[in-house]
């Protein structure tokens, strides 16, 4: 076999070729762990939450072939955590027609629910849209824990 003497050539050629090649498949497989501050402040903000204060991102998985989750959890400051607590009016009970799958609503069509509710561990904002006739509803709630600074955030699209 004839060495052509470009080695160096196919050397660099090889790198070109597979880095972006590795890098596009290990942010498939890791995708969780890209989570930046700045996506998880505009997630939030959709939802009229705003941190104001430095936080750290703890926690953050998605996937799912046939019902999108997204769920993450962020360490948030005590100022933050009264921010969220503070700036809405809570029931003591979660509004039935918000549940994933309640039958008292129609999971297509219809004006976005919103609710703030309490429970013995949690503050909960509950967010369900329809999107559309044929298309899966998302699902969003937001809780923060009374004993921790912990908040989480968990989407579906079911």
């Not at 505009?42 to 046939?66: A, M, P, Y």
Request: hydrophobic content about 35%.
């Amino acid at each position: 076999m004839k060495k052509s003497g470009r080695k160096k050539t196919g050397i660099i050629a090889s790198i070109v070729l597979i880095f972006p090649f590795l890098f596009f498949t290990s942010y498939i497989i890791f995708d969780e762990l890209f989570l930046s501050k700045s996506e998880a402040r505009e997630i939030l903000k959709e939802h009229q939450v705003i941190l104001h204060d430095d936080f750290e991102v703890t926690f953050n998985q998605s996937g799912g072939f046939r019902d999108y989750t997204h769920k993450f959890e962020l360490s948030i400051s005590e100022k933050d955590k009264r921010t969220f607590i503070e700036g809405r009016i809570w029931d003591d009970k979660p509004d039935e027609r918000i549940q994933i799958h309640s039958p008292l609503v129609d999971r297509y069509e219809g004006d976005t629910l919103r609710a703030n509710y309490t429970n013995g561990k949690y503050y909960i904002y509950s967010m369900y849209r329809p999107n559309g006739k044929g298309i899966a509803p998302t699902f969003v709630e937001i809780s923060v824990l009374k004993g921790k600074n912990t908040l989480t955030y968990e989407e579906i699209l079911d």
